[in-house]
């Protein structure tokens, strides 16, 4: 996908037949190679944004939502519909990874917006991951994450930072908010 992208973007098939694939090809990889591509070469391509918010919103595939989702975030943050899109997604996709690829792609786009930090305070005590698996990347984590990156004086982030130490029912959270307190100590 990545090389017919490349090499022949400006022939007439090029272009349909990556539609097509983003669409209905028998392999999730080449699906969402094909929808990252066309996110990629083919941006004022109206069927584009009009995909990714499709593929968004409600694909199946989890892998291809979240793909979409980041694609959105990169490309399209002045289209209206782009933040409620990632809004919704990072609060209540069913997903783990889609919810925190969502919670990334706002704090990197919206970062100056008054609104973040709540979000952001809300996903870190709220969001619904239960881990399954050590790897799994919990979506409160990197919120807590992004508050202290982004948000070191803000006057809730300590109190949140305690009580995420403290409370959080994710071991691997706790463990986090406790030694970034130490860190702050130090």
């Given amino acids: 996908m990545q090389e017919l992208a490349k090499g022949w973007k400006d022939e007439p098939d090029t272009l349909p037949l990556l539609k097509q694939k983003a669409q209905s090809d028998d392999h999730r990889a080449v699906r969402i190679k094909a929808v990252r591509e066309l996110a990629k070469g083919w941006k004022d391509e109206p069927d584009t944004l009009s995909l990714l918010k499709q593929k968004a919103k409600s694909d199946d595939d989890w892998f291809m939502r979240q793909a979409a989702v980041e694609e959105l975030g990169k490309g399209w943050r002045n289209d209206p519909d782009t933040l409620p899109i990632l ?32 979000l952001l305070r809300d996903r870190a005590l709220n969001d619904p991951f239960v881990r399954e698996k050590d790897w799994q990347n919990n979506p409160r984590q990197l919120a807590l994450h992004i508050i202290i990156k982004q948000y070191p004086n803000h006057p809730q982030t300590l109190p949140l930072l305690c009580d995420r130490a403290e409370n959080d029912p994710d071991e691997q959270v706790r463990n986090f908010a406790q030694n970034k307190l130490t860190q702050l100590e130090n």
Avoid at 93 to 99: E, I, M, P, T
């Fill in 87 to 118: 809004k919704q997604k990072a609060k209540s996709d069913d997903y783990f990874a889609v919810r925190s690829v969502a919670v990334r792609e706002l704090a990197k786009g919206w970062k100056d917006e008054p609104w973040l930090f709540e």
